[in-house]
C-alpha cells in the first residue's frame, strides 16, 4: 500500500506563491506517475499537472504559466510550485500516484490519493 501525504498549503495572499509537497513511506515512487489535482468548493476535482518517473510532465495550459512540477527522488518527494496565484485557485490540492504506467494517462489510472492539502487565496 502506498500512504501519499501533502503538505505545505495555507492561507496565501493574491499574487504570492506556494510550494506543495507530496511524499510517501515505506515505498519509493521514483518510477511512479505523480499527479496533482484540485477540488474547488462546490466544483468537480480537475487535473493541474503530472510528471512521470522519466520527468515528462503534463500541464492544463490555463495553469502552465504558473504551475510547474518536479520531483526529488532522492527525497521521494514530488512538489507542485504555484505562482501569481488568484482568488480562484483556492482549492484542496491532492497529489495522486499511478504504479504501473510510464505516462500520465489521466485520473482514472491513479491508484493511490493522497487526503489534500487546503490552499486559500485571498484577493
Known amino acids: 500500500q502506498v500512504q501519499l501525504v501533502e503538505s505545505g498549503g495555507g492561507l496565501v495572499q493574491a499574487g504570492g506563491s506556494l510550494r506543495l509537497s507530496c511524499t510517501t513511506s515505506?515505498?519509493?515512487?521514483?518510477?511512479?506517475?505523480v499527479g496533482w489535482f484540485r477540488q474547488a468548493p462546490g466544483k468537480e476535482r480537475e487535473f493541474v499537472a503530472a510528471?512521470?518517473?522519466?520527468?515528462?510532465?503534463y500541464f492544463v495550459d490555463s495553469m502552465k504559466d504558473r504551475f510547474t512540477v518536479d520531483r526529488d527522488n532522492a527525497k521521494n518527494t514530488v512538489y507542485l510550485q504555484m505562482n501569481s496565484l488568484k482568488p480562484r485557485d483556492t482549492a484542496v490540492y491532492y497529489c495522486?500516484?499511478?504504479?504501473?504506467?510510464?505516462?500520465?494517462?489521466?485520473?482514472?489510472?491513479?491508484?493511490?490519493w493522497g487526503t489534500g492539502t487546503l490552499v486559500p487565496v485571498s484577493s
Open positions: 495522486a500516484a499511478d504504479p504501473p504506467h510510464n505516462a500520465y494517462l489521466g485520473p482514472a489510472c491513479m491508484a493511490y
Open positions: 515505506g515505498r519509493t515512487f521514483s518510477n511512479y506517475v
Open positions: 510528471i512521470s518517473g522519466g520527468l515528462t510532465r
